[in-house]
């Protein structure tokens, strides 16, 4: 590998992704389009979260390079179209970043997180104006937030926006006081029995909860991962027990295996 590899990774992935996109490159990376990569950006971007979730370094780095691979190819694409390229990406990006970190490479400054954040709505205000986009007042601070993120993601991003302006719990006990409110309504719509209202208040627990995550800087989809990982090494635990026994799980008494639950749950502590 030349020094001349090595210096400069970026451009070598740029003419890498243009050579496979070219009449003598990959049939199919030709055949690619906007489309068809859509399922690949959302998978290469929860493989990422999983490389985060796992702790490890290796992992990560690969998986950051398939999601970069991602943004390069669909830069190609707008290429191909005349539209822009990879460059014209990080210079914008740069440019956006400087200009809502005046706090950084300007002279404001913020007495706290809240107030910076604050701001940084205010500056993406102006550079709508600035780039001749019409702000209508009756704009909802919501707008831009995409509606097709997973639903913990989403409800974690409409929170966050709406604590932008303040609209938020005074502390973490008042949430949590709120999803034992949320808890009793519950247990009223199912004394109605009204299967609607039961699905509301079940919506309404889960919005409360991924609130207290957010507030105690807890992604809720890691957190749900890992409580989904920690069920299934127990139970597929619990199976080989009774296996080892000779017996089924459809076989046993429900008693006998929320004893064996806890004895699995012991070990893990212990």
């Known amino acids: 590998m030349s020094s001349n590899d090595v210096n400069h990774p970026f451009e070598r992935l740029l003419e890498l992704v243009e050579t496979l996109r070219g009449p003598n490159g990959c049939p ?27 702790k490890d ?23 191909e179209k005349g539209e822009f390229d990879a460059k014209q990406v990080c210079l914008r990006l740069h440019e956006k970043m400087v200009g809502r970190h005046p706090h950084v490479f300007g002279e404001e400054s913020f007495k706290d997180s809240q107030e910076l954040l604050s701001n940084w709505e205010r500056i ?5 104006k600035k780039n ?12 831009g937030i995409p509606p097709k993120l997973p639903s913990l993601y989403l409800a974690n991003q409409l929170s966050s926006k709406a604590a932008r302006v303040g609209f938020d719990w005074p502390t973490v006990e008042r949430i949590i006081k709120t999803l034992l409110q949320e808890v009793n309504e519950l247990k009223q719509a199912r004394i109605k029995e009204t299967q609607v209202q039961i699905k509301e208040e079940l919506g ?3 919005f409360t909860v991924v609130n207290i995550c957010r507030r ?10 890992q409580a989904n990982k920690k069920f299934s090494r127990r139970f597929r635990e619990m199976e080989e027990f009774f296996i080892k026994k000779g017996r089924q799980l459809k076989d046993v008494d429900v008693r006998e295996m929320e004893n064996c639950w806890k004895n699995v749950k012991r070990s893990e502590n212990s």
């Open 28 to 54: 199919w990376d030709r055949e690619q389009n906007r489309e068809t990569l859509k399922p690949m950006l959302v998978e290469e971007t929860f493989e990422v979260l999983e490389a985060l979730d796992q």
């Open 57 to 79: 370094p290796e992992a990560l780095c690969e998986e950051l390079g398939d999601l970069l691979f991602q943004i390069i190819f669909h830069s190609q694409i707008a290429k």
């Open 124 to 128: 993406k205000e102006l550079e709508k």
């Open 132 to 143: 001749g986009g019409k702000v209508s007042p009756s704009k909802s601070l919501l707008d």
């Open 204 to 206: 309404d627990i889960l």
């Open 216 to 225: 105690l800087s807890i992604d809720p989809e890691s957190a749900l991962s």
